[in-house]
């Protein structure tokens, strides 16, 4: 067995069984990760539409926002299943993109302000469309994750192994698009796009499929945490955190590869609470500026690509 | 096999191509020549859809792809090169192929995608990094390996013997005939050398200030006095 299959097999162990035996006791903790992860997943999704799309976002609140409307109006409205109207939530924060498509022909820094000023957007639509969304007193009592066959999916450890697997999924299917040959397409079209379009490439639609992709994986972790925490206003909802935070995440662990994000989220979240939030109450975010400059000296390309190449010369020198 | 009527492209003041009538028939091979900045790397920007003509039509096997965007006249079998080489990058030279015959064809033949490696000759670097580890003649060829994975009908060729040194060329113009042969795909080359193009095309048209100023035999175009005449006054400018 190579050194990668064992790593997922560990990853694997840790993750499904060490973490809930161990930790599943400490509510805090799971709190934390639980919340981390979830960043996580936005932080994957963000690089996905980076990596792939060749677009720097900076609206991924909006999507995040809108699944967790969408998910949290469909249980309370019309009483969709919790599960169901998650996923309907990926596909709101998809159909918003699409009113986010005419920005792809922007370039740059004109392409991240645009989509800056769109997240602001549904922010307001969420605060001024009362009658629908509560408007800025927002929705309380928001119904959790539901108890299916004797398990509780609700309870701490339920919402972890959710939350978990949500993003591990969404891992699996990132690396299959950059697998496969839209994946390939994809790498070659940021540096040749006319070359790519001369070839019979679609190269408007693939970005699009990235965008859609990526807001919809979005949509549905907004929508996750929308029923975790049974509470959202808009300024929570559509809050730049969830722009910024996975930015850094992402950045923090190296978004180049799949996984980066999601550990960078995980150890950027638990030391921003463990750490900073004990020594600057308010304003710690602060230092996660200064946590990312210091990583980015240490290591450009990220956390992960580190160890990984630590971990290969430890194995390769001579003992 | 390839109609153009009145064409016209214009960047602010400039006519690139003016109101340019032509027409090129199935498997033929044709050659485009003309002074510099007389407008033939726009024509074939126009035929392949990377710039919009102000006016006429293009039409290609019986459909009108003035309005069709690039990847579909790709796929409907209009391929080219570009005069300086755009290999997809972070590719390797096999991906590259891979990618053009996925999407220009709809479907991937390997054994046809090895064939055109070696037909190129890049067989041996199929699995070089396209984009930095090629030298111009592998290049010129990886722009002609890309094209023909997209099975095309008819090949735009924009100067791809410039720049080789004369063994080089000899090589790649046999691949070009034998290409025509074995493919049976048609042919239009922007080539400057005069020899080149009376030893490759049975007809050639010229162009001088995107206008079309000769059309024939390549012995008669080159005894045409204008056509003498907009070559050597272009090189006195
Ligand atoms: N994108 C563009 N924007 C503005 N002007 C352009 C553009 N592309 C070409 N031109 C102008 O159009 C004219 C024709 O250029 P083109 O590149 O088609 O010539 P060419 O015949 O291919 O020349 P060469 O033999 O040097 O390759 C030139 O005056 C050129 O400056
Ligand atoms: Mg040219």
Known sequence: ?319 | MLQLENVTVRFGGVTAVDNLTLSIGASEVTGLVGPNGAGKTTLFNAISGLVRPGAGRIVFNAVDVLNAPVYRRARLGLGRTFQVPQPLSRLTVRENLLVAQRFGTGSVNASRLDEILDFVGLTEKAGRDASSELALSELKALEVGKALATNPKLLLLDEVLAGLETTGKRRFMQMLKDMHAKFGVGILIIEHDIETISNLCKRVVVLNFGELIADGAPDEVFRDAEVIKSYTGAEHA
């Open chain 1, 1 to 319: 067995m190579d050194a990668r299959r064992i790593s997922v097999v560990l990853a694997m162990v840790v993750m499904y069984i060490a973490v809930p035996l161990l930790l599943g006791s400490n509510l805090y903790v799971m709190s934390l990760l639980v919340a981390s992860i979830a960043i996580g997943g936005v932080a994957l999704a963000w690089a996905l539409l980076g990596n792939l799309g060749g677009m720097v976002s900076f609206g991924h609140a909006a999507f995040f926002g809108v699944g967790s409307y969408v998910s949290a109006l469909l249980t309370m409205k019309l009483g969709v299943p919790v599960f169901a109207a998650m996923l309907l939530g990926g596909v709101g924060a998809a159909v918003a993109s699409i009113a986010m498509l005419p920005t792809l022909r922007l370039k740059g820094p004109y392409f991240a302000l645009a989509i800056l000023a769109y997240a602001q957007i549904f922010r307001i639509l969420a605060t001024e469309w009362k009658s629908v969304t509560g408007g800025s007193g927002g929705l309380s009592s928001i119904p959790r994750l539901p108890e299916i066959a004797g398990f509780d999916f609700g309870s701490k450890i339920g919402n972890y192994l959710v939350i978990v697997s949500i993003v591990l999924i969404f891992a699996l299917i990132y690396q299959r698009i950059r697998a496969s040959h839209y994946g390939t397409a994809l790498r070659a079209m940021h540096d040749s796009e006319d070359a790519t379009r001369v070839v019979g490439v679609n190269s408007t639609l693939l970005k699009a499929m990235m965008l859609f992709v990526s807001a919809f994986m979005t949509g549905v972790i907004g929508a996750f945490n929308a029923h975790y925490i049974n509470f959202l206003e808009p300024d929570y909802g559509f809050s730049g955190l969830w722009s910024t935070l996975p930015i850094v995440a992402a950045i923090f662990g190296g978004y180049r590869t799949i996984l980066g994000p999601v550990i960078g989220a995980v150890f950027v979240y638990l030391v921003d609470q463990l750490v900073f939030k004990s020594f600057i109450p308010s304003g710690h975010q602060i230092m996660l500026g200064a946590l990312l400059a210091g990583m980015v000296l240490f290591s450009p390309t990220g956390l992960l690509p580190w160890i990984v190449e630590k971990f290969k010369r430890s194995r390769n020198a001579p003992a």
